[in-house]
């Protein structure tokens, strides 16, 4: 099994950045493929951005294109979500996860494993 713990999370104007990070344990992060999902009040959980084992596709929710930046560091066990130009109705929870399939499959019943998640609001 592999554990996923997210940092980065906070308080931001609307217009500004923020850098998520998901630390893995418990196994090598390049067996995975990775993504953000993130979830807000009343909703479903949605799907934001995938990358493959490797770093080199990603994949990314249309709402989000050309705005966030998904990536990997597999020496270091982290994925990593660069948010820019954020919206308040961005404010949502955000989840990471891993799954042992492909990274074009985004229904989250693909990933197995998944973090606590971590609360980012945008203010107007």
């Known amino acids: 099994q592999v554990q996923l713990v997210e940092s980065g999370g906070g308080l931001v104007q609307a217009g500004g950045s923020l850098r998520l990070s998901c630390a893995a344990s418990g196994r090598t992060l390049s067996t995975y493929v990775m993504a953000w999902f993130r979830q807000a009040p009343g909703k479903e959980r949605e799907f934001v951005a995938s990358?493959?084992?490797?770093?080199?596709?990603?994949y990314y929710a249309d709402s989000v294109k050309g705005r966030f930046t998904i990536s990997r560091d597999n020496a270091k066990n982290t994925v990593y979500l660069q948010m820019n130009s954020l919206k308040p109705e961005e404010t949502a929870v955000y989840y990471c996860?891993?799954?042992?399939?492909?990274?074009?499959?985004?229904?989250?019943?693909?990933?197995?494993?998944w973090g606590q998640g971590t609360q980012v609001t945008v203010s107007l």
């Open positions: 990358i493959n084992r490797s770093g080199r596709n990603t």
């Open positions: 996860a891993a799954s042992s399939g492909s990274y074009y499959e985004i229904h989250p019943s693909s990933f197995h494993s």
